[in-house]
């Protein structure tokens, strides 16, 4: 096979040069599957602590042919070689990393470890003192599009958990108009199992995933606190919302069915509008029109959010369905949507394919 | 293949002569899987209108080598040859179907037709006056562990949708004991294809539903009234809760992730213990310990009804996770529970198996 | 929950105690599944290594409410309160395990530890010298269908792998008739994936493989030997096959595509006809009519072997298509089948089950 | 959500102007899904007989806010304000249609109506004389790597079907250079369902396929002759396969497990080096390096086929397993590939994604 050639993506050009930490994950194959189409990106680096030494196509069969470098270390790069990273490290080890790299590096980190604000909040959650106090302060939260200015100046972008991203992309436009109540707010998610990582588990087995059904993390998901934070930043006060994620035998693919009651007077098609009206001018955010309700496969393997709003027979209530890839808008598509903001480049650069289905 | 042999089935004994009416479907199939082992019943006739004169092994070939006799038209039947029914035709043809049989056969009616009492609220759902009035009032509500008694004196017991026999086993005993409020219950409710039936439906096909979740009838299924109705019962006074089924990529299984605010003073743990002590002698229900949460795939195949209670950290909030396999305890095993207990045999018999894993 | 009744096992009767050793891999929990529906069985006692000290409902939820026996360490078994042994160990453990049972306890053996009778091929094709070359010899090939007698004699079986049993019911009846070449053969064999255990390991999560369907072992699987080994025994002269295994993302089932050249005159219904002339009388084992190709679904969860013949175009060939449920037939099934001629019970009983489908 | 920008896709540009012949079948969808991502291709009309009259993203709603045409029926397309054509209508009623069209349009057609060069060989398998036998003969066989001049100049092209090109990229080359013999080639394919279309069958329901696997079209599948009429070409002399196509439950991918005899002297060093250098200037085509087999999920949603060789023990015996995605290369990357051709574009344009894994 001769090695494939990427349009643009002529040697020698002006390219930014991108480091990939943590590149034998699920979320670091799949920035690299986006970015190898991305015309101002060269994939210059990729780390795996056991893998280091290998090259990617023996991790990831699918991804070879395409010249891309071997696995090293992190203590093995130069950092001066490179222009930006994306850092898909686990939840814990990220934030010394991050914190321990070279000023002027900009980074979209994919994990949790900066998300949470509050050293706290981070501490109750995660067990143990955040380790780098001072750089969370700086960190913008990447929910592309509520903090796009935020994100434009940041050096560190915390790229948000896939609940959150799908959570509140319908929420936060609904609270911030006062159309429904922060409280009581359930948000029954679902999720492909790619987001449980590529470590080998027996609970995550094909013959214990296949043919079933279950929740998990029941009253205590880490992406719990994560969406109360924003939501509290939108509603301006406390809001505790009852999140309860399952496991679906598919991929890829996330929804959540979030069940609100609306303020007085307010009603379904007023949040329908309220949401379309909103995002009108969003290249990854759609808002499906009355009597349609979005399917995950509507959006697999692309960035694409989009919301349903159904009108419940009990009074004042309200269903809102909203899907995501878990993999692409839920992680690796948003972290590279941050860093065309960042870099000044098109927003949609390099994730603009379209859905794949079947 | 010799013919297998069945434990008990001798020829000649006094076995209960079972016809079963729309054997072509999955709820027919599954009926005819279990009450092959079933040591007190003959399968004695099996209709299907467009696949009457075939053998049933050319319909289903996984029930080959039975010496089950071939599928013929209802009217075909000789009802003096037959001392049990079990209806499983489509909703709506079945209530002319039921009240034209002799009055001396007894009938489990799998369809929907004689779920609600009251007639009105039929018309509503169903678009049309029902059609055989005076016999829905003479009709028991089949969910067995709630109305043993009716059941064993009905003639016709309208067996209970799969929806509502999931979501009413957990909540009727806490409604029942005031532990929690009948306002604002949130039933998010997910099922596995085979709830969909066998007919030809391009939104049914694998492409279409496999590595994708969708939700469907977003605030007007017709197990929302069937659910209502007897929580109503339960509460004495009206209920309305949000119901939104899910369709899962897995063929059996259905769980219902329940949301409900508890009554003051009281704890999940409470909950728990109420719904331990209710079903403490139930052979087919169970609740988990604390910290154990149900899965579909812990019932697959089987009769069984497994619930759990988590607290939710919002105040006085629980969750309620309760699972069943929705061809057997949400249909076809339920009927079989049902009509032993109108026939006076062992309420198990027949319906005993474990479930199925992986 | 109440524990669930069944049939037959009234405490104090003469049942056969039957320990598994391994019971917390798929084929150890098979075995639990089909015999508690066993009227001649008791399970006394389950192993597992590192499981031990837990109850089996705490491995294996699905199998609560059984009242079954916590898993122990094989060295805190009592012998003398067993009757009879599955030994469900990983190959390579079992072989002196199985070596230091009592003398007067009998054995089905699940494992490939005694499939190979020269030791030879076994040292081959396993890396070392087998380790209880002396049982070797007295252990009878557990193909029920082709071994009763010796099965009956036998103090240890070693149950056939699933592979050989799926290949070898449809083959040797027509090598014995020389109807077929020996030469030749190819098999093209796809399993699901339980057949790969309940280790975690990266290749078998649910992201890996579903969706997609790979080859393995391809030119060296163990199970080619045992095949070979069966095969020259019919055919009188060695016979080389061509073995391809595959992984099909299901949990349960076994399909073998078998393309052979048949002696001259003979015609695929001759074919057919030879097998379901042997297998008339079989319980297990059908033919399907000229036209009809079985399906994995047409046997799921029941001991069924299918075998279906098709002409080819070719001159002088045919193809076989060959089904079991890799986990039934294919292990636990064949071992409860071989456990019941060894004990002289009904060769049916605890394994009739009709297969669940869908 | 914004309408999504195309790169290079500005109005007024001198884009080709495509039309798509069927676009509500899965190679319809599979087509605008890669063409909207073509830089000098413009979506110009979509048709479809039943569902003419509306919106792709009805009919697809994966495909919505890209602004597609509306579907229409064929008779309202006007012809002079389209440059190229795909057909993706069904086998049989192409023929007339593309006979039909205005000389000089070029056209991809991906039905099977002009695969067969031999109109008695058409009349054999299809039961019917063609109905465009002088067209017919000027039709190129877009198995691109194969017959790029022919492509290049033709104005019609027929494109492979899925299973002849998995099969024929493989053994092209090795009969080619004889270093195989043409007789006794085994087949065993797999595909996923997508192969089947999006009609609603029955057998491709969901619960039918899921959880299990089977044969189809055993000794009489349609892509037979296909392959038979190419391998003939190759090898100068009648060559008959046998092939047995089986469904796996997936939605897309595709196998050949290919059984061959290696001419005297002949390893399957050789074939893996013979295959190697044919393909090495390939952009779609790789050979996997001695003791990688390729799966179908290294190759999902890309153009690409990857083969690999084994050595069988059986002597003179290799196994060949080839791989793609059957929508992708199987249908409608491979019409785009060969659009590229006959238009002088470059042969990736618009297909040169990355694999999806997981």
Redesign the interface.
Known sequence: ??S????GSTPGGSKIRVGILGASG?TG?EL??ML??H?NVEIAALTAERQAGKPMAEV???????GLPDLVKIEELKWGNLDFIFCALPHGTTQEVVAGLPSGLKVVDLSADFRLTDPAEYATWYGHEHRAVDLQKEVAYGLTEFNRQGVRKARVVANPGCYPTCSLLPLLPLLLENQIEPG?I?I?A?S???G?G?????A?????????????G???HRH?PEIEQELRLAAGRPV???F?P?L??????M?S?I?VRMADGVTADDLRATLAAR?????????TPAG???????????N?NLIGV??????R?A?I?SVIDNLVKGASGQAIQNMNVMMGLGE?TGI???????
Request: proline share 9%; glycine share 8%.
């Open positions: 096979m001769a494939i050639s990427i349009p699920y194959a690299v599957r190898l189409r015309p990831f069969p699918h991804l070879g042919g395409y009581g359930v029954d679902k492909g199992v790619s449980a590529r470590d080998a588990k027996q995550n087995l094909f013959t214990e995933v296949s043919e079933g059904f279950n929740a998990y029941v009253g205590h719990m505790t919302v009852s309860t399952h679906v035998p598919m991929n890829r693919g929804m069915t069940y995002y009108a001018d969003e290249p990854f955010v759609g808002v349609v309700v979005p399917a995950t496969r509507h959006v697999r393997a692309s694409h159904v009108a419940d027979r009990a009074p209530s269903i369905v949609t603009d394919q379209a859905p794949l289905f079947p």
